[in-house]
């Protein structure tokens, strides 16, 4: 495989408007500049102040009296430490510890990666929007059946990941490329999602190893000391806890190691009512705030004033089945209710863009959009998966991508502050009177000054009426998608890195995998 595109160059970071409006003149997607939204609309918050009592005491009398366990000796040992009840692995907080550690944390904070334009802001109303992470499978049309992620295809996707403006951070891989050998898949990971990526960073938080060289290789691409990486946030780490009521040991050393240099930490425990928590969707979202909040103490006892967030990946399970469901009644109401209670503990949210669907069809839509809406409505600050999720995680498509990329393109149009300006221009009372009753408003100059700009334009969508589309080839959206996709990938550009930093980065690559990466089993 070829490094072509990865390759050093001499120019000036690309970041920024003049980059973005570089990029708008490129043929394949005509799309709005980075900016990444403000969440104006206030909060669907289902629950009464009652409602968010009585969710609280009983996230409390889980910490209390039934604890947490925490699968790593350093992690309880740090909150023994901190005034935690320890009972070998299993872990009870007081209440009062709880809250005072929680406190701690900030309910703000900034992200800033490689290219200082795309600082990210957490926690003041922006909602941002992220890659699919993790799916170990590959689909699109020209292969047109569900494959392993490839190194190839790994580096496709972060390629849309980086072109498209309303991809605000770089989640985990967007597909798992299984063609790298886990001792050191890491690094090649890393060092294809810095080269060909200049947004916010995230690395998994499996084992002491791949998080140092994760940090290592995100100092070295901002051209950082090691003080001026640990002075602020550069780039985060999310863990998920998979069995009820647990933290295990790999996930907690990438956390601890991270809370100590003072990166943005990401909990968010899988909890699907019905499987691995209670059928109802209030018991659910308690079991995954009490297990998030355990993580935010653990944090804070290390390093007080780290950033952490809470995440939610609360659903349900088809009970005929025993299969996840994404995007369903229950999940919205889930995460409405979590982007409650996180304001209730003052700290920013994660949500998802998720569905159960196959392929990128009707299903895999509505489902993603209900997700999303949740976001929306619950106030979440990051999205993870807002782009490529299909089969419940377990596949990225490239199709679906650029799909959702287009649903995201619209949701920040609708955040624009000019969709509802009321200024006496926009209300247009002299236009209304300058028209009358028997006219049109396509030739007066208030429209004519306005209408290139007045309405968004999608990039994907087709308008034409059906006679029109079926003498155009009667292209379905899916189609028309992969075929953007590959016009991305013919015109895409690397974002400029300076050669030395390049060289460096390939330099810490090569010396890791000398000394054998990250240990496996294998």
């Known amino acids: 495989m070829s490094d072509a595109d990865t390759a050093p160059t001499g120019r000036r970071r690309g970041g920024g408007r003049a980059g973005n409006a570089a990029r708008r003149g490129m043929k ?5 500049p980075w900016c990444p939204p403000v969440n104006r609309d206030k909060p669907t918050e289902p629950l009464s102040p009652e409602g968010v009592e009585r969710v609280h005491t009983a996230t409390m009398q889980i910490l209390e009296e039934i604890g947490i366990e925490f699968l790593n000796p350093d992690a309880v040992k740090v909150l023994k430490a901190a005034g935690c009840e320890v009972r070998g692995e299993n872990v009870r907080m007081d209440r009062a510890l709880v809250m005072e550690l929680v406190g701690k944390a900030p309910r703000s904070f900034t992200v800033t990666p490689r290219n200082r334009d795309r600082q990210l802001s957490l926690g003041t109303g922006h909602i941002l929007f992220g890659n699919v992470s993790s799916p170990p499978n590959y689909w699109d049309l020209e292969i047109g059946r569900k494959v392993p992620g490839t190194r190839e295809t790994f580096r496709n996707l972060l390629k849309l990941t980086q072109y498209f403006n309303v991809m605000h951070f770089c989640g985990g891989y967007p597909v798992e490329p299984v063609d790298l050998h886990p001792r050191v898949r890491h690094l090649d990971a890393m060092f294809d999602k810095l080269t060909l990526c200049d947004k916010v960073m995230h690395v998994y938080s499996l084992g002491k190893e791949r998080v140092e060289d994760g940090m290592e290789m995100v100092r070295i691409a901002g051209g950082l000391s090691h003080e001026e990486f640990d002075a602020t946030p550069r780039m985060y780490t999310n863990i998920n806890s998979t069995s009820p009521l647990k933290h295990d040991h790999p996930m907690l050393d990438g956390w601890m190691r991270m809370a100590k240099r003072g990166q943005a930490l990401v909990v968010t425990p899988f909890t699907l009512a019905g499987a691995m928590a209670p059928v109802t969707m209030s018991g659910a979202v308690v079991q995954s705030l009490a297990e998030a909040l355990a993580a935010v103490v653990l944090a804070q ?15 349900n399970v088809d009970m005929k089945t025993g299969a996840p469901a994404f995007g369903t009644p229950e999940y919205m109401r889930a995460t409405q209710i979590t ?44 999205v993870y998966h807002a782009a490529g999720w299909l089969e419940g995680g377990l596949i990225a498509s490239p199709e679906k991508f650029v799909m959702d990329c287009e649903v995201l393109s619209q949701m920040q149009r609708y955040m624009e502050p000019e969709v509802w300006d009321v200024s006496d221009e926009a209300l247009a009372v002299e ?15 208030h429209t004519q000054e306005r209408y290139e700009t007045a309405f968004h334009q999608p990039f994907l969508s087709d308008w034409k009426n059906f006679e029109a589309w079926e003498a155009a080839g009667a292209v379905w959206t899916p189609e028309r998608a992969h075929g953007i996709y590959k016009q991305i990938l013919n015109e895409f550009e690397a974002p400029a890195l300076d050669p030395a930093i390049h060289d460096e980065l390939a330099a810490f690559v090569a010396k890791r995998k000398e000394e054998g990466g990250a240990p496996t089993d294998f």
């Open 28 to 32: 394949a997607v005509e799309q709005q």
């Open 301 to 315: 006892a290390i390093k007080p004033g780290v950033p952490c967030m809470i995440g939610t990946f609360t659903s």
């Open 339 to 382: 982007g409650q209670m996180a304001r209730f503990y003052g700290l920013p949210m994660r949500s998802s863009g998720v569905c159960a669907a196959n392929v990128p069809d009707g299903q895999a839509m509505w489902e993603t959009e209900h997700s999303l809406w949740a976001a929306i409505q619950s106030g979440t600050d990051m």
């Open 431 to 445: 236009a209304i009177r300058e028209v009358g009753p028997n006219g049109h408003f396509f030739g007066i100059e």
